[in-house]
């Protein structure tokens, strides 16, 4: 079962940051799951939330501000004051950390609350430049962004979903893809396993407790989202 970082090592470190891109580049995990959003001036910005908010020391969307007022904020004591010196990264500051390695990179498009205009072609673009279109696996909760991800044919895409549904395998293809996020409630319920059965590819989010990590590796699951993936890695047999 791959084991993803779920923003990075973002159980340890604070989330989202290159001090927990880091740790992660330091393990035997198949890659990290980062969220991106684009600034004022169009950089791509890797933060969960739509609003700095949360995780950082300022107020105000990421919509509405340039790379320049982004880089001045701390994104990292409010998780410890060990960790005032980090910075919202660019998604280039993050493949400069994999550049070496052999990890993949899931990038979720945050477009489902604002839309980004511009932002699937600029991570696309980016991720060619910089050698890394068959290392990103490309998810999000916005399904058109999915489908126009699919279209292109040049990288692989994911829906993301809270909730599994009747049929959503058939759903899934045709948005263009057979590979399906689903949260972990969701994930016990038959339709999962049926989806599964059908050929879908199913990874789950965010999964915390080795004892769910076991139960879904029993049952299939081929990848899971973690906090804490050092402890999925020191617990779960042959990963
Ligand atoms: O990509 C899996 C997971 O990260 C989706 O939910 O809210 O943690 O971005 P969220
Ligand atoms: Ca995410």
């Given at each position: 079962?791959?084991?993803?970082?779920?923003?990075?090592?973002?159980?340890?470190?604070?989330?989202?940051?290159?001090?927990?891109?880091?740790?992660?580049?330091?393990?035997?995990?198949?890659?990290?799951?980062?969220?991106?959003?684009?600034?004022?001036?169009?950089?791509?910005?890797?933060?969960?939330?739509?609003?700095?908010?949360?995780?950082?020391?300022?107020?105000?969307?990421?919509?509405?501000?340039?790379?320049?007022?982004?880089?001045?904020?701390?994104?990292?004591?409010?998780?410890?004051?060990?960790?005032?010196?980090?910075?919202?990264?660019?998604?280039?500051?993050?493949?400069?950390?994999?550049?070496?390695?052999?990890?993949?990179?899931?990038?979720?498009?945050?477009?489902?609350?604002?839309?980004?205009?511009?932002?699937?072609?600029?991570?696309?673009?980016?991720?060619?430049?910089?050698?890394?279109?068959?290392?990103?696996?490309i998810s999000?909760?916005?399904?058109?962004?999915v489908?126009?991800v699919c279209?292109?044919?040049?990288v692989e895409s994911a829906?993301?979903?809270?909730?599994?549904?009747?049929?959503?395998?058939?759903?899934?293809?045709?948005?263009?893809t057979?590979?399906?996020?689903?949260?972990?409630?969701?994930?016990?319920?038959?339709?999962?396993?049926?989806?599964?059965?059908?050929?879908?590819?199913?990874?789950?989010?965010?999964?915390?407790?080795?004892?769910?990590?076991?139960?879904?590796?029993?049952?299939?699951?081929?990848?899971?989202?973690?906090?804490?993936?050092?402890?999925?890695?020191?617990?779960?047999?042959?990963?």
């Open positions: 079962m791959r084991i993803y970082a779920h923003r990075g090592c973002s159980g340890t470190h604070p989330e989202n940051t290159l001090a927990a891109f880091k740790a992660a580049a330091e393990l035997p995990i198949t890659g990290v799951e980062i969220d991106v959003h684009l600034t004022i001036d169009g950089e791509i910005v890797v933060i969960h939330d739509e609003k700095v908010n949360r995780t950082t020391d300022g107020k105000g969307y990421i919509k509405d501000m340039t790379l320049s007022e982004v880089k001045k904020l701390d994104a990292g004591s409010w998780f410890s004051e060990e960790w005032a010196a980090e910075k919202i990264p660019t998604l280039d500051e993050v493949f400069d950390i994999f550049q070496d390695t052999n990890h993949r990179l899931n990038i979720e498009l945050k477009t489902d609350v604002f839309p980004y205009v511009g932002l699937v072609d600029k991570v696309l673009e980016k991720a060619k430049k910089r050698g890394f279109s068959d290392r990103i696996l999000s909760f916005n399904h058109e962004d489908q126009t279209h292109k044919k040049t829906i993301l979903t809270l909730d599994v549904y009747v049929d959503v395998y058939d759903y899934a293809r045709v948005v263009g057979n590979r399906i996020h689903l949260s972990l409630p969701a994930s016990f319920r038959r339709m999962a396993t049926d989806a599964l059965y059908k050929g879908a590819i199913v990874y789950v989010y965010t999964v915390n407790k080795l004892e769910y990590a076991q139960q879904l590796q029993q049952i299939g699951i081929h990848g899971i989202f973690t906090d804490f993936p050092e402890k999925m890695l020191a617990g779960l047999e042959s990963p």
